[in-house]
C-alpha cells in the first residue's frame, strides 16, 4: 500500500497526528483490498507477469517500510536464548530505501537499508533516528490526552510547546 509520509511536517505532534490520518484513511479505502487481490492475481499469473507488475508498484514508492509484532516472551534455540531478532524488508526495482521494525520480548529492532546510489549517507538517516524518535516521545507524552475522543493535533503542538 502507498502511504504519504508528511515528511514537510516540522512538528513532531502534528506529524504524528498526520501520520494517524492518513493510515486511517488508508485502512478505510479500497487500496488494500485491490493491491491484496492484484498480487494474488499477479502470483498466479507467468513471472513475466509477475515482474512488470512489481515495476509498476516500485516506480510508484521511494521506500518501503513494514512493522512486525514478534514473539512477547524470549524465544530459546537448542536450549540457549535469542537475544534479538532481526530481519530485511524485501525490496524491489528502484525502491531506495528499506525500513523493517521488529518487536520482540518488550524490545523493539529498526532495520535499515539502502541503494547508496539513491540514499548515499544511510549513517545520517541513522543519525537522526534516535534523537528524533526520542523528541516525538517527550513531546507527545508532554501533550494533554484527552480521556474521551481524539485530541486537535494544535492543540497538543501548543499545550506541549511544541508550535
Known amino acids: 500500500m502507498f502511504l504519504e509520509l508528511p515528511i514537510g511536517i516540522e512538528n513532531p505532534v502534528e506529524r504524528l497526528y498526520a501520520v494517524r490520518a492518513n493510515m486511517q484513511a488508508l485502512k478505510g479505502s479500497f487500496q ?8 494474488a ?3 498466479a499469473g507467468p513471472k513475466l507477469l509477475q515482474d512488470q507488475l512489481i515495476a509498476v ?15 512477547r516472551q524470549p524465544l530459546y534455540l537448542a536450549g540457549a536464548k535469542i537475544d534479538s531478532l532481526n530481519f530485511w524488508v524485501p525490496q524491489s526495482g528502484d525502491i531506495g ?13 529498526f532495520g535499515l537499508i539502502t541503494d547508496r546510489g539513491l540514499c548515499p549517507d544511510p549513517e545520517a538517516v541513522i543519525a537522526r533516528f534516535a ?3 526520542e523528541k516525538l516521545v517527550l513531546t507527545t507524552l508532554l501533550a494533554p490526552w484527552p480521556w474521551h475522543g481524539d485530541l486537535d493535533p494544535a492543540v497538543a503542538a501548543r499545550a506541549a510547546g511544541a508550535g
Open 32 to 39: 488494500p483490498v485491490l493491491t491484496l487481490g492484484l498480487l
Open 41 to 43: 492475481a499477479a502470483g
Open 57 to 71: 508498484l516500485a516506480r510508484n514508492a521511494t521506500a518501503v517500510m513494514t512493522n512486525v509484532p514478534g514473539p
Open 131 to 133: 534523537p528524533e524518535f
Open 97 to 109: 530505501m528499506g525500513v523493517s521494525i521488529l518487536s520482540y520480548n518488550g524490545q523493539v529492532q
